[in-house]
C-alpha cells in the first residue's frame, strides 16, 4: 500500500455521531491521514477549505453538502468519494464525473434492512395484521371481527415486485423461502436472473391484474414519477395491498388515498409523498392504512454495515484491487 492519503469526513453532527464510533474511527486512520479536524459538515469555512484543499480522500454520508464546481475547485487533489448511505444524488454533481473523481456507495449495504422490512411487510398483509390490530382498538370484546378482511393467508398468495433493483432483488430471493408466486416488473430486467432469483418477469400490467401484494422498488426519477396511479391501481383486485418502501413520489398519493379510503385496497407505507404526509391526509385516519415514518432503511446498529462497506471499498481503492460499488455516471442516470 501507498502512502496513506490525507482523508476527510464529510457529514452532519447526527449521522457521523451513529455511523463513526471508535471502532470505525481506528480503522479509518489505520487507512488514511486525518488531520485537523477529522471531521465538517459544510465546506465553505475557511477551516473546511483549507481541510478540501488537502483531502485526496472523502468519506461522506447523510448532510454532505453538493460537490458544486466551485467547491471542488478548492479540492484539486481529491480523488476518490466513499459515501456510507445510499444514494449519492443528493450531493454527487456532472461535475465530480467530469473530473473523473470515482464515487462508491452503500447502497447494497442498505437495502439489506429495506429487504428485511418489506419481506415482513409482506407476510403481515398476508395475515391483514397492522389493519386487525387497528380493528383490535374499537373491537375490545368480541374477536368476530377478524373474518370481516378475507382470506388470511400467505400460503399461495401471488406477490407483485415492481422494480428489479437492490432491495426488489433481495426481496425476491427472500420469498424463495414462503410458498407464494413472485411477479417482477422492471424495464432494465433481464427475465433469466430474475428466474434465477425465484420470480417470473411479466409486462406491468399483468403483474398488477395478477397479485395479491404489491411491493415497489423503483427510484425516484422523473419517468418513475407516479408510477402507480390511478389507472395502475385500478387493475389490482379487490383486497390487495400496496407496500411502498422504495420513494414516495413513485405512488401517487391522491390516488391510493381514494382506493384506500373506499375500503377496496390495503396500504403499508413506509415513504410518503409528501414526505410527512399534511396533518389532515386521510390516510391517517383508514384502519386498513399502515404509515411509518421512514424507518426501512439503516437506522441505529444497521448503519455500521454501511461504514463498514465505505471503509472496505476504501482499502480496496488503495491496495489497487476492483471496486465492489463504484457508481458510474451511467448508472446514476437510473438508479436510485
Known sequence: MSEAPRALLVMDQATLDVQFGQRQLRRLRELTELADPIWTPELDTPSARRRLRESEVLVTSWGCPPLTAERLADAPRLRAVFHCAGTVRPFVTDEVWRRGIVVTSAADAN?????????????????????????????????????????????????????????????????????????????????????????????????????????????????????????????????????????GAVLDTAAIERECASGRLDAILDVTDPEPLPAGSVLYELPNVMITPHIAGSLGSETWRMSDSALDELERHLSGRPLLTAVTPDEFTVSA
Not at 186 to 209: C, I, K, N, Q
Not at 213 to 225: D, F, G, I, K
Open 111 to 247: 437495502a439489506i434492512p429495506v429487504a428485511e422490512f418489506t419481506l415482513a411487510a409482506i407476510i403481515f398483509a398476508g395475515k391483514k395484521a397492522p389493519f386487525l390490530a387497528q380493528d383490535a382498538r374499537t373491537h375490545r370484546d368480541d374477536w368476530s371481527y377478524v373474518t370481516r378482511r378475507g382470506e388470511l393467508s400467505n400460503r399461495g398468495r401471488t406477490v407483485g415486485v415492481v422494480g428489479f433493483s437492490r432491495v426488489g432483488r433481495r426481496v425476491v430471493e427472500r420469498l424463495r423461502d414462503l410458498e407464494m408466486d413472485v411477479l417482477v416488473s422492471d424495464p432494465y430486467a433481464a427475465a433469466a436472473e430474475v428466474s434465477a432469483a425465484g420470480g417470473r418477469l411479466v409486462p406491468l400490467a399483468e403483474l398488477l391484474r395478477g397479485c395479491d401484494v404489491l411491493t415497489l422498488h423503483v427510484p425516484s426519477l422523473p419517468e418513475t414519477r407516479h408510477l402507480i396511479g390511478a389507472a395502475e391501481l385500478a387493475l389490482l383486485g379487490d383486497g390487495a395491498t400496496v407496500i411502498n418502501t422504495a420513494r
